[in-house]
């Protein structure tokens, strides 16, 4: 059954399906959400940083010791 056949047989007689094929987009947002990294932080550790650019100094200042740890490993 094709998708306007199945809407006209749930609609009530009342309503026209004509009204509410050209609104119906599936995944109209999907590209966005998946370009999105957001990320949710425990509320301690939250309470930690006044703001997100003081979270990505601390997260790149751990990359920096992180990568001279391996690196020193070798």
Known sequence: MKKADAMKATLRPEYKSSDFLGGLTRGKYAKQA?????????????????????????????????????????
């Open 34 to 74: 998946a370009a999105s990294n957001i990320i949710v932080l425990e509320p301690e550790v939250a309470a930690a940083f006044p703001d997100s650019a003081a979270v990505n100094d601390a997260l790149r200042a751990l990359l920096k010791v992180a990568k001279r740890a391996a690196a020193g490993a070798r």
